[in-house]
């Protein structure tokens, strides 16, 4: 059976006390859902505040990001350990605004992977494609090169907890979503592509929605068979909106 899961990415949002308030929220809220595991991603500053918020709850905490080394002189980096050691339990690596801004390729995401993974972090693992690949009819080749030169080089061990998650980038903040059809048919081909080197273990993969998730559509494309989840951006930053989410299974 696949985790359901409910990712929330508060990006650069909230100030502290606004980021304990909403966790605070959240855990108050939480009990009201049945068989989905939520996961929030406050900015670094937050965690630790948050993981205390959060520490008896079912809700995990996770990083947006990770450094690319294992420490030194590296200014501005927060190392996995670092973020392990505080309670952090996953981290989204990958993620398109990463990717684009910050110019990460696949050889850094290859080597936050294995130190996320040698620190006992959880990737979620982010691959989409943007608005003139996928009018051109390339978003299917787009997410097989990300899995395949990233997601490929994992064991068979670390692939059993990676979660994957489809945001194409046409959608992200624009208050457009793919179609619970077109969510479908890529998450269809993404646990294809897994399964293609993996075998039968990606019929357990964890495979997340984003890209304007909200309360009103989150039913409609998690109804859809490969769809396992989502992973939040803007209505993550609303307790009840989030966790109206977790609650369209
Ligand atoms: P959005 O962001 O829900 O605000 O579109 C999703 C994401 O980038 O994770």
Redesign the pocket.
């Known amino acids: 059976m696949r985790k359901q899961i409910v990712?929330g990415?508060w990006?650069m949002n909230t100030t502290p006390a606004e980021g304990v308030k909403l966790a605070k929220e959240l855990v108050a809220l939480e009990g009201s859902l049945n068989n989905v595991s939520l996961i929030i991603a406050p900015p670094y500053t937050h965690l630790s505040m948050i993981q205390d918020v959060i520490g008896k709850s079912s809700i995990a905490l996770s990083s947006q990001n990770c450094a690319d080394e294992v420490k030194g002189a590296y200014t501005g980096e927060v190392s996995a350990s670092m973020l392990a050691s505080i309670g952090t339990e996953y981290v989204?690596l990958g993620?398109?605004?990463r990717r684009q801004y910050y110019s990460e390729t696949s050889e850094t995401l290859n080597k936050k992977m294995a130190l996320a993974y040698a620190n006992g972090l959880t990737p979620i693992y982010?691959v989409g494609e943007n608005k003139e690949e996928r009018e051109a009819g390339r978003h299917f080749d787009v997410c097989r090169k990300q899995i395949e030169e990233v997601v490929y080089n994992l064991t068979e061990e670390q692939f059993d907890t990676l979660v994957v998650?489809y945001?194409p980038i046409w959608?992200?903040?624009?208050?457009l979503?793919a179609s619970s059809d077109q969510a479908q048919e890529i998450h269809a081909f993404i646990r294809e592509v897994l399964t293609s080197k993996f075998g039968a273990k990606a019929e357990n993969t964890s495979i997340l929605y984003?890209?304007?998730?909200?309360p009103g559509n989150a039913q409609e494309i998690f109804s859809k068979k490969d769809v396992d989840g989502?992973?939040?951006?803007?209505?993550?930053l609303v307790a009840e909106d989030f966790v109206a989410i977790a609650k369209s299974f």
């Open positions: 990712a990415n990006k989204i993620h398109s605004e982010c998650a945001e959608a992200i903040g624009t208050g979503t984003g890209g304007s998730c909200k989502g992973l939040i951006g803007g209505a993550a």
